[in-house]
């Protein structure tokens, strides 16, 4: 069975700092890599999604890569601000959406 | 906004009450899920649909039960619960159920059993 882990469980960071979340997933055989985030009793916002076939995608301050190979995907937050405080969800997308426990993030002005 | 919509978004209901959670998409999606996020615990998915027909049904109690109506609606209704079903439930929806595609989800609905 597939199985999702992120590290670490929660950040704290200054503002204006650069951060790297990780992912990691035990089965390579996915579709997708697909990271979310929710803000304190909120729904799942999509951020990126990158297919398989993919190594990386791009969204304003954001880029996530994808190594299957190695089971692994990161998410990196250029110049973070207060405003990215959330909990960070990454989903492996096989036969099930495989999600993991996320990394709560705390930008400190 | 995701375009998919849950209502309530927050609910308080007895271990007596019948209560139903609603959403509604209309992205023109065929698969619509339901997922309960407890603290500090992964999603884990409870019902897909898929064209109205429900295919996965995972372990779930029957005092938890799914409607599907048509491919733009999706309910739960719910009938004496306990205080451990307390919990966010979120709706999601993408374009087929083989996960290749792209999930987008609800705001949720906050649950609370008393």
């Avoid at chain 1, 729904?43 to 954001?62: F, K, N, V, W, Y």
């Avoid at chain 2, 978004?9 to 959670?21: A, D, E, I, P």
């Avoid at chain 2, 733009?72 to 595609?101: G, I, K, N, V, W």
Wanted: net charge neutral.
């Amino acid at each position: 069975k597939q199985e999702v882990t992120q590290i670490p469980a929660a950040l704290s960071v200054p503002e204006g700092e650069n951060l790297v979340l990780n992912c990691s997933f035990t089965d390579s055989a996915i579709y997708n890599l697909q990271w979310f985030r929710q803000d304190p009793g909120k729904g799942l916002t999509s951020l990126l999604l990158i297919q398989s076939s993919q190594r990386e995608q791009t969204s304003g301050r954001l880029n996530a890569s994808l190594d299957k190979s190695s089971g692994r995907s990161t998410l990196y937050i250029a110049a973070s601000q207060p405003g990215d405080s959330a909990t960070y969800l990454c989903t492996a997308g096989a036969n099930n959406l495989f999600f993991g426990t996320g990394t709560r993030l705390t930008v400190i002005p | 906004e995701t375009g998919v919509t849950q209502t309530p978004r927050h609910l308080v209901m007895g271990m007596t009450n019948k209560k139903s959670l609603k959403c509604e998409q209309h992205l023109g999606h065929n698969a619509m899920y339901w997922y309960k996020q407890s603290a500090k615990k992964p999603l884990e998915l409870m019902f897909v649909y898929s064209l109205e027909e429900r295919v996965e049904n995972n372990s779930v109690p029957s005092r938890f039960s799914p409607e599907c109506p048509n491919s733009s609606h999706l309910f739960l209704h719910l009938h004496t619960l306990q205080p451990e079903d307390s919990a966010l439930y979120l709706c999601a929806s993408s374009q087929d159920r083989s996960y290749r595609a792209q999930a987008f989800f609800g705001q949720g609905t906050r649950l609370t059993v008393v």
